[in-house]
């Protein structure tokens, strides 16, 4: 049985995309509930971690475009990362890489 290999670019891609969805995501769901939603959820899902002693509600523009920018960066390059050590797992198996 041989192994397929990944896109390198097209994994990266996939995550970059999907880190910059969620991302997006959050920041819906910060202006849609509001700082009392937003402490709400995060708790929830840090597991009983309090967290509204951290959470900014104005989050200036530019700097939501960066962190999405670099939440794409971040997502493209742990993406690519993992097909290509998927990739080097087929060479030594055999398979093409």
């Known amino acids: 049985m ?3 290999t990944m896109n390198v670019k097209r994994a990266g891609l996939a995550f970059g995309f999907t880190g910059a969805l969620l991302y997006v995501g959050c920041a819906l769901l910060m ?3 509001g700082s009392v939603g937003t402490v709400k959820l995060f708790n929830g899902l840090l597991h009983g971690l309090d967290v509204s002693g951290i959470v900014r ?3 200036p523009l530019g700097e939501s475009l960066i962190g999405l ?3 794409f960066v971040l997502g493209w390059l742990v993406g690519s ?3 290509w050590v998927y990739n080097m797992g087929g060479a030594k198996a055999g ?3």
């Open 31 to 33: 202006m849609i509930t």
């Open 69 to 71: 920018i670099c939440t």
């Open 57 to 59: 509600m104005e989050v």
């Open 81 to 83: 990362c993992i097909a």
């Open 2 to 4: 041989t192994m397929e």
């Open 95 to 97: 398979g093409k890489a």
